[in-house]
């Protein structure tokens, strides 16, 4: 298992459009991956997941990934919350 934990630094967290690029992200992988709010964890593949987080500016969120290919999708998943600006 592999775990970061990250920062969310957009002004509106992590809304709808986001939560679709992560989602997306996350399906072009075989492992689990999860992300965890306030001891809630959800599946990061699926969009309603993550809606139902509520993850707002300023929270930090646990990603982890269990798998083959669980170092690529965690350095994937860390990368589109950089890219897209909504952390760090």
Do not use: C, W
Request: proline share 2%; glycine share 10%.
């Amino acid at each position: 298992m592999v775990e970061r934990t990250i920062t969310i630094t957009d002004d509106t967290g992590i809304h709808a459009r986001p939560a679709t690029v992560l989602v997306n992200r996350a399906g072009g992988f075989e492992s689990d991956i999860n992300v965890e709010y306030k001891d809630k964890t959800v599946n990061l593949k699926s969009i309603m997941g993550i809606m139902s987080l509520g993850i707002p500016k300023d929270a930090q969120i646990r990603i982890t990934a269990v798998g083959s290919d669980e170092e690529d999708a965690i350095q994937a998943i860390v990368d589109v919350i950089k890219n897209e600006g909504l952390g760090e």
